[in-house]
């Protein structure tokens, strides 16, 4: 199944978009005709370009406003169509997208269509080359991909054919399944973009804010069903408008899209193992159970004063490792590593950035079966040699150079923490049980393409994006998690510096984990705890609390008692949550403290406004609480 890319999707001048899509992993390129008539070289010599980068022009697109006009304006349109037939020679192309018509002096009319499409296709089949019809879903007469294809059907041309956007069909929210009774070789070609649902003008909406497949709201993977229940087995192509792609990074863009369209055939082949995709060849997503380490790169007095930290938040120093000057923090079923090493990746990052959190594991059914499945989706394989002692973990390049090692409990890996570290003294705690959820702060631009770095790889869900306010600006935030909530990663996306995630990213040079979430049964009993062992909270205001009493019917003496220990309450139709951060450490990073009822979903968003406002005010008065170097 060959894999493409419109180039008109990523940034850049043509030979680096053809670079950039060749090092993704792509089969080929549709050459838009804006990237052609742009570039200086010939057609002949960006055709030889093309193939020397590995790749196959798949389509050379777009020719407009052809069909149906009256004369002489239809002659006219048949003479640019023999011009365009001799550049695709030239560029060693053999098919031409041809998109509905938008001309105000087009006449419509199916049959008069179709005899323009088949005259077109006998001069097409002079020269062995082919046309594709596509409904623009603004088009003035073709707008639903049902008429195009009646339009091909009645040409009856062996070289006309129809093309296919899920845009222009999902976009006008026109059932896909439609699709399933047009013949796989009367499809000629297949194009793929998803898009956030957006009620706005649809030339507008699909010129700005397209994306790729998994990155939206639409159903490409019910639309692509549909295609493969035809029996289709041409090219599939991603055509996306995007600011942000435009803009972007070519190399990044170019990776996202052909990540998300492997995992988007993979997808269609395990829902119909009969077909021929690619499934196979690449395992399921695996569902994340949670975190099962976080790992801090840090040196010297950053590093004792990390585990002072963590001493106050109840943690013990419960194992050395063998041959590292890497220790073991636990309590209950957290797990938290202070690396100290000068070398390798933890060594990297502190020279980087300072003490911040370099490695993550992730707890899952099969660690080799994600490590295969992430290879598939060209995502960066970690590879390290392990040292006498030591297990070969499966790991991946993650957030800001930072590294996912994935774990399970299968006799390859055993028991890591047995193997390869020595118990020291035992974790007694404060009733912290778990990590609920790591903060994740990226660049805006960003996030897109780390939402779908989790929804590829792993069986996670994301929630729609919501506006977080800073006084100081807007951070979008959205939630990437497993169906069970077990596993749960907030993306947070600043635009910038002046936000406290915007800061965040700027003192410490791009670290990716902003705060982390530990959860509890008791918060109260917990927050006790921790205020004797010296562990200091961030404070709220007295308004917070005269605010709460107004919006929810607490009792009077819980909002006493919360008030003395600085914590939050949010509550929806299912449950009561409950929250207290730690004074933010270093450059921004922060811990906070969870208690949620099984029926609470969220994550007190409600309350960030305040707690912004609360860090930045102690950052203000105080001096952030830094660890010093």
């Known amino acids: 199944m060959k894999t493409s890319i419109a180039t008109v999707s990523i940034s850049g001048n043509l030979s680096e978009k053809l670079t950039a899509i060749a090092a993704a992993g792509f089969d080929g390129i549709e050459i838009f005709e804006q990237d052609f008539i742009a570039d200086a070289a010939s057609p002949k010599e960006i055709g030889a370009m093309v193939r020397d980068h590995g790749l196959d022009i798949t389509l050379f697109q777009p020719f407009r406003d052809f069909e149906a006009l009256p004369e002489p304006l239809r002659a006219k349109a048949f003479d640019r169509a023999e011009r365009k037939f001799d550049v695709m020679q030239e560029l060693g192309v053999s098919l031409l997208l041809i998109c509905s018509s938008v001309h105000p002096k ?25 046309v594709g019809y596509e409904a623009l879903c603004w088009g003035r007469h073709i707008n639903d991909h049902r008429d195009a294809w009646e339009v091909v059907r009645r040409a009856d041309h062996p070289n006309i054919g129809v093309i296919l956007d899920s845009f222009h069909t999902l976009g006008r929210q026109i059932s896909p399944d439609s699709i399933r009774s047009i013949p796989g070789d009367k499809i000629f070609f297949v194009q793929l973009a998803d898009a956030p649902m957006i009620e706005m003008d649809l030339l507008y909406w699909s010129r700005h804010f397209r994306n790729m497949p998994g990155e939206g709201d639409l159903d ?3 639309f ?23 803009g972007g990074n070519p190399t990044t863009v170019a990776q996202d899209g052909y990540r998300s369209l492997v995992a988007l055939l993979s997808d269609v082949g395990h829902a119909q193992p009969d077909s021929m995709y690619p499934a196979p060849h690449i395992p399921a997503r695996s569902r994340p159970d949670g975190i099962s380490f976080i790992e801090f790169a840090s040196r010297g007095k950053e590093a004792k004063a990390l585990a002072k930290q963590f001493s106050t938040l109840g943690f013990a120093n419960v194992g050395t490792h063998v041959n590292k000057e890497l220790n073991l923090w636990q309590q209950g079923n957290i797990r938290i590593l202070i690396n100290e090493e000068t070398t390798g990746h933890a060594g990297a990052t502190w020279n980087a950035r300072g003490t911040c959190v370099c490695d993550l594991g992730i707890g899952v059914s099969d660690a080799q079966s994600v ?5 598939a989706l060209g995502i960066d394989i970690h590879r390290s040699s392990p040292a006498p002692g030591e297990l070969s973990i499966p790991a991946v390049r993650g957030l800001s150079g930072s590294i996912l090692h994935f774990t399970d409990e299968t006799p390859d890996l055993g028991d890591v923490w047995q193997v390869e570290f020595k118990a020291k003294e035992n974790a007694k705690g404060v009733g912290l049980t778990r990590v609920d959820h790591v903060g994740v702060t990226v660049n805006f631009e960003d996030m897109l393409s780390w939402s779908l770095f989790f929804t590829t790889l792993l069986d996670v869900e994301k929630s729609p994006i919501i506006d977080v306010i800073d006084p100081d600006g807007i951070v979008r935030s959205q939630v990437v998690q497993s169906a069970d909530g077990g596993f749960k990663i907030t993306l947070n996306g600043a635009d910038t510096h002046r936000t406290l995630a915007g800061s965040f990213l700027s003192e410490t040079f791009g670290a990716s984990v902003q705060h982390i979430a530990l959860a509890t049964e008791d918060i109260f009993e917990t927050m006790r705890a921790l205020g004797e062992s010296g562990f200091a909270t961030l404070a709220i205001p007295t308004n917070y609390y005269d605010d709460l009493a107004a919006r929810f019917n607490l009792p009077d003496e819980l909002l006493i008692r919360m008030k003395s220990l600085n914590i939050l309450y949010d509550e929806d139709t299912g449950g009561t949550f409950f929250q207290c951060y730690s004074q933010v450490i270093g450059s921004g990073f922060f811990f906070e403290i969870i208690q949620r009822s099984d029926g609470y979903t969220g994550f007190g968003a409600p309350n960030a406004p305040f707690r912004i406002a609360a860090q930045k005010r102690e950052s203000q008065t105080k001096g952030l609480p830094r660890i010093s170097r």
């Open 371 to 375: 490590a295969t499945r992430a290879e």
């Open 106 to 130: 087009s006449l419509g009319g199916i049959e008069r269509t179709a005899h323009d499409l088949f005259e077109l296709g006998e001069r097409a089949a002079k020269r062995g080359l082919f």
């Open 224 to 246: 692509t069903q549909a295609i493969a229940a035809t029996g289709y087995s041409g090219p599939y192509s991603l055509e996306i408008f995007n600011d942000y792609f435009r």
């Open 220 to 222: 490409v993977l019910g």
